[in-house]
């Protein structure tokens, strides 16, 4: 009786030590242990999410890397009358205990930067709206913007230049990036962009045109900052295109524009004669790199031309585009419309 009396206690000891055991391990993984979120990211909650629902979509979507705390963190999500509904920005190393909290009180963190990039924005435009936004200073834009620090993620990059830096690449689009990013984190995030819209089969058009991606990015670029309407866009690529393939000047201000970062007031007969190589006015050729960052619109226009006869164009002070087939035409057309 007093053997089974003493293995009995040992049970209950052995048990009871299990259990805090078990106890201890819980709440380690509660307040101090994984997981914790992989990578920055969003997490878009709707109406009715359940616990379980969160968590799954959690870990689909790679935020964390096992299930095991589902019992415990789902419990503290269940323990609650609803998760809110939002938006939630999450960040890399962020405990999941300190998330659940958040999504019960609905903080859908503050620290998410929303920044647009107009089509046609120019490398230093894109880094004066990311530094005025407190992320880096221009140094370190300007430091970071160059194709070797990125060629390893992005293996097209080794088509451009490696003196150049990545002017054309920058994909205009709105973004949301956080407080804490820095520009590396932002040009990586607008390259990865510009490689998910700049498809293999646009990259293939290219080639079948005998225009590496680099000259048409220049044109796009070209185009961007020349024309509005998608169907202009097409006649100019066409224009400008003839004219390159047939050594002819492609004569556009916009380079010029770009040489003297002119961008607004009207240009002069000194600016036109700026020995900058961006000058196509004066030096025969494609310049030697982009001139902003164009949308899909203006590399869609350069990798589809449209065929015509017109060797001329002109922009009117309403925005339209004249086109003409001679330089006599041409002449005639800036003094009805420019003078």
Same mark, same amino acid.
């Given at each position: 009786?007093?053997?089974?009396?003493?293995?009995?206690?040992?049970?209950?000891? %052995?048990?009871? !030590?299990?259990? !805090? #055991?078990?106890?201890?391990?819980?709440? %380690?993984?509660?307040?101090?242990?994984?997981?914790?979120?992989?990578?920055?990211?969003?997490?878009?909650?709707?109406?009715?999410?359940?616990?379980?629902?969160?968590?799954?979509?959690?870990?689909? &979507?790679?935020? #964390?890397?096992?299930?095991?705390?589902?019992?415990?963190?789902?419990?503290? @999500?269940?323990?609650?009358?609803?998760?809110?509904?939002?938006?939630?920005?999450? $960040?890399?190393?962020?405990? *999941?205990?300190? @998330?659940?909290?958040?999504?019960?009180?609905?903080?859908?963190?503050?620290? #998410? @930067?929303?920044?647009?990039?107009?089509?046609?924005?120019? !490398?230093?435009?894109?880094?004066?709206?990311?530094?005025?936004?407190?992320?880096?200073?221009?140094?370190? %834009?300007?430091?970071?913007?160059?194709?070797?620090?990125?060629?390893?993620?992005?293996?097209?990059?080794?088509? *451009?230049?490696?003196?150049?830096?990545?002017?054309?690449?920058?994909?205009?689009?709105?973004?949301?990036?956080?407080?804490?990013?820095?520009?590396?984190?932002?040009?990586?995030?607008?390259?990865?962009? %510009?490689?998910?819209?700049?498809?293999?089969?646009?990259?293939?058009?290219?080639?079948?045109?005998?225009? +590496?991606?680099?000259?048409?990015?220049?044109?796009?670029?070209?185009?961007?900052?020349?024309?509005?309407?998608?169907?202009?866009?097409?006649? *100019?690529?066409?224009?400008?295109?003839?004219?390159?393939?047939?050594?002819?000047?492609?004569? #556009?201000?916009?380079?010029?524009?770009?040489? @003297?970062?002119?961008?607004?007031?009207?240009? =002069?007969?000194?600016?036109? &004669?700026?020995?900058?190589?961006?000058?196509?006015?004066?030096?025969?050729?494609? +310049?030697?790199? +982009?001139?902003?960052?164009?949308?899909?619109?203006?590399?869609?226009?350069?990798?589809?031309? &449209?065929? $015509?006869?017109?060797?001329?164009?002109? $922009?009117?002070?309403?925005?339209? =585009?004249?086109?003409?087939?001679? !330089?006599?035409?041409?002449?005639?057309?800036?003094?009805?419309?420019?003078?």
């Amino acid at each position: 009786m007093i053997s089974i009396a003493i293995t009995n206690i040992r049970r209950v000891i %052995f048990l009871l !030590l299990l259990s !805090l #055991v078990v106890l201890i391990i819980g709440l %380690f993984l509660l307040f101090w242990g994984k997981p914790v979120i992989n990578h920055p990211g969003e997490l878009v909650i709707v109406e009715g999410s359940s616990a379980e629902a969160v968590w799954q979509q959690l870990v689909r &979507q790679n935020y #964390v890397d096992h299930t095991l705390p589902l019992q415990y963190y789902g419990w503290r @999500l269940s323990a609650n009358n609803h998760i809110k509904t939002g938006t939630y920005a999450l $960040s890399a190393g962020e405990h *999941v205990r300190d @998330l659940i909290m958040r999504l019960v009180a609905g903080d859908t963190n503050s620290s #998410v @930067l929303t920044v647009t990039f107009p089509e046609g924005f120019t !490398l230093y435009q894109v880094g004066e709206r990311i530094t005025a936004q407190g992320i880096g200073t221009a140094d370190d %834009f300007k430091t970071a913007a160059v194709p070797e620090n990125f060629i390893d993620q992005f293996a097209w990059l080794s088509q *451009v230049p490696s003196a150049r830096n990545l002017e054309g690449y920058l994909f205009p689009d709105t973004y949301q990036f956080y407080t804490d990013d820095t520009p590396a984190d932002v040009i990586r995030r607008m390259l990865a962009n %510009f490689d998910a819209k700049i498809n293999t089969a646009l990259f293939s058009d290219a080639v079948k045109t005998d225009h +590496p991606l680099d000259q048409v990015i220049i044109m796009a670029s070209i185009i961007e900052r020349e024309v509005i309407s998608d169907e202009d866009m097409a006649l *100019v690529s066409g224009v400008l295109w003839k004219r390159l393939n047939d050594g002819i000047g492609l004569d #556009v201000d916009a380079t010029v524009r770009y040489a @003297l970062q002119k961008w607004d007031e009207p240009l =002069t007969y000194q600016d036109l &004669q700026t020995e900058s190589p961006y000058n196509t006015r004066k030096w025969r050729g494609l +310049p030697p790199g +982009p001139i902003s960052n164009p949308g899909l619109r203006a590399i869609q226009a350069a990798t589809h031309p &449209q065929k $015509s006869e017109y060797y001329y164009y002109l $922009s009117a002070p309403s925005g339209k =585009t004249i086109f003409s087939r001679t !330089l006599e035409e041409h002449n005639i057309n800036k003094a009805k419309y420019l003078n």
